[in-house]
């Protein structure tokens, strides 16, 4: 069955600090992947997607994320965190079926930033 | 308003007792999902519409749970007689194609609360 694991529920890091967000799928297919940002009260925001070609998609506000076949890998990443990155992030991977695309979600990571 | 708006905002419900979600979709929006967001977890595909029909309605709990979308516009979760386990964030999303996630646009969810 198609799966999503983000193995981080909580991750702190120092404001202008590296960031990465770690996703592992569990797909027959090609899949389709996504990373999504929910700040507390909003909805979810689409920050970028893999469907194909060049493994490193770059997004939204300065995230990045590579998909690594290999070891079933879609990791967020962003090089300088800022303030306003405070938020909750969802890897998901796209289920096409009968001509619609549904998110099956991993169960998130929760971003704290310190100044 | 521009974005998937959806009603009321937070619902709190006696166990027992039926509710009623409204989700507004962007205006010519073809595509239209529910997910269910339980506490600490991602969301969990409930139901999709595509106009009026409903294509898949594989994620819906029991069928205590049911969805509808009359013209093609706006849609309505309906539970009936709520329990605690029922307690979580309703999100709608829409788009205004149907094989693709690029352009699914989330509402900010209606938190629904079983005492």
């Known amino acids: 069955a198609q799966s999503v694991t983000q193995p981080d529920i909580h991750i702190t890091v120092s404001e202008g600090a590296s960031l990465e967000l770690r996703c592992n799928y569990s797909y027959g297919a090609t899949p389709y992947l996504f990373w999504y940002v929910q700040s507390p009260g909003q909805g979810l925001q689409l920050l970028l997607k893999?469907?194909?070609?060049?493994?490193l998609v770059q997004g939204i506000k300065g995230f990045e994320a590579e998909f690594k076949r290999s070891q079933s890998s879609f990791n967020l990443r962003k090089p300088s965190v800022h303030w306003s990155d405070a938020a909750e992030y969802f890897c998901?991977?796209?289920?096409?079926?009968?001509?619609?695309?549904?998110?099956?979600f991993g169960a998130g990571t929760r971003l704290a930033v310190h100044p | 308003g521009a974005g998937v708006s959806q009603s009321p905002r937070y619902k709190v419900a006696k166990r027992g007792q039926d509710v009623a979600l409204r989700c507004d979709p962007i205006s010519g929006h073809v595509s239209l999902f529910w997910y269910q967001q339980a506490l600490g977890q991602g969301p969990e595909f409930l139901t999709y519409f595509q106009n009026e029909a409903q294509l898949d309605k594989s994620g819906l709990p029991s069928d205590r749970f049911f969805a509808e979308r009359p013209e093609g516009s706006v849609s309505t979760l309906k539970i009936q007689r709520t329990q605690q386990e029922d307690s979580a964030v309703y999100l709608c999303?829409?788009?205004?194609?149907?094989?693709?996630?690029?352009?699914?646009?989330f509402g900010s969810g209606t938190q629904l609360s079983v005492l």
């Open positions: 998901a991977v796209g289920l096409f079926s009968g001509g619609y695309n549904k998110l099956i």
């Open positions: 999303a829409s788009s205004p194609v149907t094989a693709s996630n690029e352009k699914l646009f």
């Open positions: 893999y469907f194909s070609g060049d493994t």
